[in-house]
């Protein structure tokens, strides 16, 4: 049993609070917003009116905010936690952000005394709900030991990737590939439906054949197949078009950084900021499939 401070209870965070909660740490929760961090305290947590006392007297320190701008904010910040945290403190990073953010925050934590891994997750609001979140963890091994209680309360799937900023790096290239890979599988989809083929024997053969994808098995973009898709339910989301579109812009940033080539990573952004300023942002990303047939 630990004391953990969690800074954002949102969508993510308010269930990964939840769960910590259920595996009895004693969670104080802080967020922006009145409601989210509510929903933490009727799940188990303890509301804390500011960041300063979420963190006063914690061991572990999570948090799960926006963009890289608020995880700089919420860390180096004049009243925020590496100025109210004990020394010694690990802190937990599981937002999604830049890799160079999050370098310069776990370095600058470092310097500060502190010991800081970055944590993003795959497995949506289901998975933070269920506690079986993917972790990609970036960091040294002392500290990814010491969050090893944390994160078994939140996840199932545990990855050490490397030191740090290695997590949300193999974050920004699984998603680049997702990305791609949907796009790819919406294209052949709408040219057998073109050729007069039926979408089952296109799925039957495709999915164990060497097209054979997470977007194609598990998330077919057209109803019918996979059933548990959101293309069976109107494309509601699921994992939104504009959160598609965030994790692209994070990866050709990267990529822009180290002088990579990723051409498709960058259509992919184009046309996934395109499905998004149609107005479909909100929609899961599979529903990409409408926008390339025309349909959007
Ligand atoms: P969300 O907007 O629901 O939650 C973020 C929370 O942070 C909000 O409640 C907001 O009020 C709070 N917040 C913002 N600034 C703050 C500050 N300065 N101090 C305290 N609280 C602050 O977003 P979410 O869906 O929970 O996503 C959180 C992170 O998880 C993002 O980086 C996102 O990319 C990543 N992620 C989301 C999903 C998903 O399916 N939703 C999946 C994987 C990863």
Known sequence: M????FIGVGNMGGPMSANLSKAQHQVRAFDLSPEAVAAAEAAGA???PTVAEAVKDAEIVVTMLPAGAHVREVYMGENGIFAN??????FI?????????????????????????DAPVSGGTGGAEGGTLTFMVGGDADA??????????????????????????VKACNNMMLA?????????????????????IVYNVCS??????????TYCPVPGPAPASPANRDYQAGFTADMMLKDLRLAQDAAQKAGVSTPLGSE????????????????????????????V
């Not at 990073?93 to 891994?117: H, K, N, P, Q, Y």
């Open 144 to 169: 990814f030991e010491r969050g090893a209680k944390a994160f078994d309360a939140m996840g199932k799937t545990i990855v050490h990737c490397g030191s740090a900023g290695a997590g949300q790096a």
């Open 2 to 5: 630990a004391r953990i401070g």
């Open 46 to 48: 303890t509301a804390a």
């Open 180 to 200: 791609i890979s949907m796009i790819g599988v919406a294209e052949g989809f709408n040219l057998a439906d073109a050729l007069g083929i039926d979408r089952q």
């Open 85 to 90: 945290a004990p020394k010694g403190t690990l």
């Open 208 to 217: 164990t054949a060497t097209a054979s994808s997470w977007a194609l098995n």
């Open 93 to 117: 990073d599981s937002s999604t952000i830049d890799v160079a953010t999050s370098r310069e925050v776990a370095a600058a934590a470092e310097e500060a005394g502190f010991a800081m891994l």
């Open 268 to 295: 992919a952004q184009a046309l996934f900021a395109l499905f998004s300023n149609m107005g479909s942002g909100a929609k899961d990303f599979s529903g990409i499939i409408e926008m390339l047939r025309g349909k």
